[in-house]
């Protein structure tokens, strides 16, 4: 298992074993590295669920609770429709409309956290929580927002494999493209290169 990955496990063991409040960690890496961490992830998965820890790990989609959003709000073929003209017009601000548009759709009820925390609710206390597949998610969401939500709504380590560029010590560009955003009150673990 790669050393930084194994940091992030031996976090979410800790707490299991002290207590106090659970860890909140952004696994940040190069968006072309979307499979390599997705192996990554079930290396930990493996890690952290084989005896002698025996944690639970619960895999939550972003995409998938992204696409139940917009299904469910009865929007879809008109948001395609609409950004299928908006490119074809090359018109950038009706692009970025239509982002918009489902950045609101994410964030009415239930809204993306309330998802979230549906998919762990039947879990059992010790489990361990990754969410993936948050390039799903750009450019309507910021995935800072997130986290903020979900810190107090539960009680359960958080890891977030975020897609992006690490900028200085503190800030991440989401997907290497977005504005940087700082002041994400999580441990950023980058997934360093290795030869």
Same mark, same amino acid.
């Given at each position: 298992?790669?050393?930084?990955?194994?940091?992030? !496990?031996? $976090?979410?063991?800790?707490? %299991?074993?002290?207590?106090?409040?659970?860890?909140?960690?952004?696994?940040?890496? $190069?968006?072309?590295?979307?499979?390599?961490?997705?192996?990554?992830?079930?290396?930990?998965?493996?890690?952290?669920?084989?005896? &002698?820890?025996?944690?639970? /790990?619960?895999?939550?989609?972003?995409?998938?609770? %992204?696409?139940?959003?917009?299904?469910?709000?009865?929007? %879809?073929?008109?948001?395609?429709?609409?950004?299928?003209?908006?490119?074809?017009?090359?018109?950038?601000?009706?692009?970025?409309?239509?982002?918009?548009?489902? !950045?609101?759709?994410?964030?009415? &009820? &239930?809204?993306?956290?309330?998802?979230?925390?549906?998919?762990?609710?039947? /879990?059992?206390?010790?489990?361990?929580?990754?969410?993936?597949?948050?390039?799903?998610?750009?450019?309507?969401?910021?995935?800072?927002? @997130? @986290?903020?939500?979900?810190?107090?709504?539960?009680?359960? &380590?958080?890891?977030?494999?975020?897609?992006?560029?690490?900028?200085?010590?503190?800030?991440?560009? %989401?997907?290497? $493209?977005?504005?940087?955003?700082?002041?994400?009150?999580?441990?950023?673990?980058?997934?360093?290169?290795?030869?």
């Amino acid at each position: 298992m790669r050393d930084e990955l194994r940091r992030v !496990g031996e $976090r979410i063991e800790a707490h %299991f074993a002290a207590g106090g409040d659970p860890p909140f960690v952004l696994y940040q890496y $190069r968006p072309q590295q979307e499979w390599d961490v997705r192996r990554d992830l079930g290396e930990l998965r493996r890690w952290l669920e084989s005896p &002698p820890r025996r944690i639970a /790990c619960a895999a939550v989609s972003l995409a998938g609770l %992204f696409w139940a959003a917009v299904d469910d709000s009865g929007y %879809f073929d008109e948001l395609v429709d609409l950004e299928r003209r908006a490119r074809a017009a090359n018109d950038g601000e009706a692009v970025r409309e239509v982002s918009a548009a489902v !950045g609101e759709i994410l964030r009415e &009820p &239930p809204p993306l956290t309330d998802r979230v925390v549906e998919q762990v609710e039947g /879990c059992n206390e010790r489990t361990a929580v990754f969410l993936y597949r948050a390039g799903a998610l750009y450019p309507a969401y910021r995935t800072s927002t @997130l @986290l903020d939500d979900l810190r107090g709504r539960l009680s359960r &380590p958080v890891t977030l494999l975020y897609p992006g560029t690490r900028i200085g010590e503190y800030g991440l560009r %989401f997907m290497g $493209r977005a504005e940087p955003a700082y002041g994400y009150r999580a441990l950023i673990v980058p997934r360093e290169t290795q030869a």
